[in-house]
């Protein structure tokens, strides 16, 4: 048995996590400062970070308490180093360095998007959800990132795509603001389309001459361009209608190029990982188009597409098996690509 206790940082949700043998979850902690960023609108990295510090301590004893076990019971500690806010990723780094030290436990650290997809590999008790078959591939899409992944063995990664400029979740965010329905953005867009027709208007679809490659910007800029004209016009608006039809948009950008890579690839599992898969319009798809393709789609449960310690623990125990650790000379990093450029 294996056990190890995992930090994530990398913005405004501080979590701590205890994973056993890199699927079993025994405790997840997560304390978010999100209420004290929604009055600006978006994050405040300094507000961030000094709710980290406050969070860190209480979540690693909660999370060891949770899970029943002691420091001489971890095997190593896991945290995500990078990408992601400076400042919150500081705290997480120092927290793992002094358990580790105090402790005596080895160190590993994490790329966060590699985190994201190992949320797929997790389960609860009672969870009997077969691990994803590899190779597989991945979309990974959240708030700052959109990657096309193939992932053809345990960190054997190539890229396939990525976006060119705004990220799903980022232009989900934008959408809410313009459209006055609160932050955080993407849950407000997901909530209001329900009760809209996603078919009312028509926003532009970028498919970037069939590449793997994302752009969000073009359909953000019609959204503004349309209230515009409504504006001027008189026209009434129905904010439903208008965002679930914005979120039809990205959500088939999405799955069109997932199932275009799959066609290509042929891969044994397709996978959703990142904040962007709570989406129930992403996952309606995804699953729906899978079954008619005869694929199999993995997704995460809800509550581990967002930030956790346990993601993070999943990917680390990959490194685990691998004697794969760093030292105390372990630093954080703003940009960190899955997979390292060629010397």
């Given at each position: 048995m294996t056990l190890i206790?995992?930090?994530?940082?990398?913005?405004?949700?501080t979590s701590v996590a205890i994973v056993k043998d890199g699927r079993e979850i025994l405790s997840n902690i997560v304390s978010s400062s999100e209420k004290f960023h929604a009055v600006w609108g978006g994050i405040v990295p300094e507000i961030a970070s000094r709710k980290q510090l406050e969070y860190l301590p209480l979540a690693i004893k909660s999370a060891?308490?949770?899970?029943?076990?002691?420091?001489?019971?971890?095997?190593?500690?896991?945290?995500?180093?990078?990408?992601g806010l400076i400042g919150s990723l500081v705290v997480g780094l120092m927290g793992a360095k002094t358990f580790a030290y105090v402790h005596n436990i080895p160190i590993i650290g994490v790329n966060h998007l590699e985190a994201h997809l190992y949320a797929n590999w997790l389960r609860e008790e009672g969870d009997i959800r077969p691990e994803p078959q590899l190779p597989a591939i991945v979309l990974v899409v959240s708030g700052g990132h959109s990657h096309m992944i193939h992932m053809r063995d345990h960190g054997e990664y190539e890229i396939l795509g990525r976006t060119l400029d705004d990220a799903p979740g980022e232009t989900l965010d934008k959408a809410a603001r313009i459209l006055d329905l609160g932050y955080p953005g993407g849950p407000a867009i997901d909530k209001i389309s329900k009760s809209g027709d996603k078919n009312a208007i028509k926003f532009p679809q970028a498919m970037l001459n069939n590449t793997l490659d994302f752009s969000f910007s073009g359909v953000k800029t019609s959204l503004s361009t349309y209230l515009k004209k409504a504006e001027m016009s008189g026209e009434k608006l129905d904010?439903?209608?208008?965002?679930?039809?914005?979120?039809?948009?990205?959500?088939?950008?999405?799955?069109?190029?997932?199932?275009?890579?799959?066609?290509?690839?042929?891969?044994?599992?397709?996978?959703?990982?990142?904040?962007?898969a709570a989406n129930s319009r992403l996952r309606e798809l995804a699953l729906q188009r899978g079954e008619r393709e005869g694929i199999s789609v993995s997704v995460p449960p809800f509550k581990l597409c967002t930030?956790?310690?346990?993601?993070?623990?999943?990917?680390?125990?990959?490194?685990f098996l691998k004697d794969n650790f760093a030292d105390l000379r372990l630093d954080v990093k703003a940009s960190m690509p899955l997979v390292k450029p060629a010397l």
């Open positions: 206790l995992g930090i994530e940082t990398s913005c405004d949700e060891l308490a949770e899970a029943n076990v002691t420091p001489k019971d971890i095997d190593a500690i896991a945290m995500a180093n990078g990408p904010v439903a209608d208008i965002a679930a039809s914005f979120q039809e948009a990205v959500m088939q950008v999405l799955i069109t190029k997932l199932f275009m890579a799959a066609d290509k690839y042929q891969p044994n599992q397709l996978v959703l990982a990142g904040g962007v930030d956790n310690g346990a993601m993070v623990a999943a990917a680390g125990y990959r490194y």
